[in-house]
């Protein structure tokens, strides 16, 4: 019953903190090569001339990078909010995600802070076993301008 | 060059396909998303969801790449403010091959700036199987006419 017994202790408002990263023009050029490749993604002098005004990560990129400091940070995270030191408790895939928003470019050289907080936790009523955990995460660059949010889910299993 | 007056209400696009290999898979989750079932077909976390399948933000990724390649790259695309639903409905395996359409549900001109377009896409994809995998929804800005020659 691991997974219960961290459930038990999950209060809606507890914030993960989930590092930062610095987006170099190399990595933001790679992933816009491979999955991206507009030319504000991948040319700074054709960048600049665009709405963005210079070289940007690819918004997936940026909530990609998002995945990986949750992976990283999330586990010991949701240990030092709830206290619980039983077994890791095991999450499954995430159904999706709603209001996605990239409300300001993530530029090259820019440090992106990233965080989640619980919104809400039930019992899957048509999965027996599992909860749902509703979580709102985002990033801010170093000047507090927020760069990414969304609302995201995640499967719990319980027994 | 496509404006935004080539993205009326109702216009369907097809994306074309892509093929997800094991390799493509693992690798974009070392880099984005450790977890044992993008990672490793032999591992306990796979075995519960029937082998290895990829990150729901690697099937983002795929769906940007076959946007750029079927119309955003010959488009005047200035990015996207955000989506409004992203939905995993179906795991993506190796040696799938993704195709699917984005659908124009409706565009407006932006307040702010007249020479700018919101177009308000659907996505949808589908593997081999016809199975939907995938669907997104979400905005892209796109310049007017006018707002390429100015």
Known sequence: ????????????????????????????????????????????????????????????????VWMKHNMVHAPKEWRRVTGYEGEEPELGPSPGIRNLRWPAPVFVGDTITFSSTLTGKRINQRRAGWALLTVYSCGHNQDGTQVLAMDGAVTLRLD | MLTYEDFPAGKSIDLGHYTVSAQDIIEFAEEFDPQDFHLDANSKQAAGVGGLIASGWHTCSILMRMMCDSFLLETASQGSPGLDEIRWLHPVRPGDVLMGTSEVLNSRLSRSKPTLGLVHLTHTLKNQDDTVVMTVSGINMISTRDGVVS
């Open chain 1, 1 to 64: 019953m691991s997974g219960m017994a961290f459930y038990e202790r999950l209060q809606t408002d507890m914030r993960l903190e989930l590092g930062s990263h610095t987006f170099h023009e190399d990595e933001v050029i790679r992933f816009a090569r491979k999955f991206d490749p507009q030319p504000f993604h991948l040319d700074a002098e054709r960048a600049r001339n665009s709405l963005f005004g210079g070289l940007c990560a690819s918004g997936w990129h940026t909530a990609s």
